[in-house]
């Protein structure tokens, strides 16, 4: 993971998550880095490593969901020739090529119960022994644990270890997710506009046109800093046409040809259940919509409009507790407000 960091963001909850990062950096302690996915964890994690002690030691990075579990122990600690089949040689683990730097575990909240006891004793004792070997070898390994998981909630069903965790959190850094980074959004996409914008070979920046920029900070990201990158580059590469680019597509997998799923074993049951009743059955009408007029986006618009209408009656015009009922930041339900022209109602 050798490699420029890129940082990004100026909202007070991202500066306040990077400041203690910063501060635990210092110190020759484990660091857990929570966060949703997409949120930049291994970003942190390289952080914590360069402004540290050992920046100029090894920082090796470990997947621990990306691994079968019977070879997550082996990776982790090395293996003698002959410890298990196909172990034709022996080979060094993670902790022994990260000695005198930092190991960063990735989804840290995977890892079996057999190997969470062995990390247990490597992470107390500085001792790891390889699989098949009898002799214990002495490492200087700083941890860095990242992990999208509530792990005191998995200490309480009993798949954690709560020593490992005790152990692990000595500090806990805790990425806010991009929808309560007010401002973000916009930094964000110009950046990494700018960048694919460059990386084609255009001689200027247009910028994002009104109707972009209104779908990106109207949506709410679960996947992240990493989906909007993704959006983002995506929007730029396509656009052709010139001027402010002003065309986002969310899904790429939006298509009018896109396959339908699978029927499962039910579904078809009831189908075929269906077919067999009486012609002299009465089919049960559908409920007859209050507005069928307008095309697609007209009508997805109306609705929109009369439920953000509703919220806001709901929560007597109070456009915080409003946006809290539906799931949005109060940035989010206010762009969404200014674009259906309610952002007076209730006044």
């Excluded at 000695?99 to 990735?106: I, S, V």
């Excluded at 692990?168 to 980074?181: G, I, K, W």
């Excluded at 065309?247 to 499962?264: L, N, V």
């Excluded at 109070?318 to 109060?330: F, K």
Aim: glycine share 8%; with cysteine; proline share 6%.
């Amino acid at each position: 993971m050798d490699r420029t960091t890129q940082v990004i963001g100026e909202s007070s909850a991202f500066l306040d998550a990077l400041e203690r990062a910063s501060r635990a950096a210092a110190l020759d302690r484990p660091v857990l880095v929570i966060g949703e996915r997409g949120t930049g964890k291994e970003l942190v994690a390289e952080r914590l490593h360069r402004l540290s002690p050992r920046w100029d030691q090894p920082l090796v990075t470990m997947n621990c969901a990306a691994l079968p579990e019977t070879l997550i122990e082996a990776e982790l600690f090395g293996h003698e020739a002959g410890a298990f089949t196909g172990a034709t040689k022996a080979r060094t683990g993670r902790f022994e090529e990260a000695d005198g730097g930092t190991l960063f575990l990735d989804e840290l909240g995977t890892l079996s119960m057999g190997a969470q006891e062995r990390l247990l004793r490597a992470v107390e004792y500085g001792e790891v022994t390889r699989i098949g070997s009898s002799r214990p070898m002495r490492v200087d390994v700083r941890i860095v644990g990242a992990t999208n998981e509530n792990l005191p909630d998995r200490v309480e069903k009993g798949t954690f270890r709560a020593d490992l965790l005790d152990r692990l959190s000595f500090e806990v850094v805790t990425l806010p997710p991009l929808r309560h980074r007010g401002g973000d959004v916009e930094v964000l996409a110009e950046f990494y506009g700018r960048r694919m914008a460059s990386e084609l070979g255009w001689q200027d920046w247009p910028g994002w046109g009104p109707h972009a920029l209104d779908a990106l900070l109207s949506y709410d990201w679960p996947g992240n800093v990493r989906e909007l990158r993704n959006v983002v580059e995506r929007a730029v590469y396509r656009w052709e046409q010139g001027g402010p680019i002003d065309r986002i597509e969310i899904d790429p997998f939006a298509s009018p040809y896109r396959p339908r799923p699978m029927a499962s074993s039910a579904s078809l049951a009831e189908r075929q259940a269906v077919e067999v009743v009486p012609a002299s059955a009465p089919a049960a009408m559908p409920a007859e919509p209050a507005d069928l007029g307008g095309d697609f986006k007209t009508r997805v618009a109306r609705f929109e409009r009369q439920l953000l209408s509703q919220a806001l009656a709901e929560h007597r015009f109070n456009q915080r507790a409003t946006a809290e009922a539906l799931g949005l930041s109060y940035d989010q339900l206010r762009h969404a407000l200014r674009r259906h022209d309610l952002l007076g109602a209730g006044g």
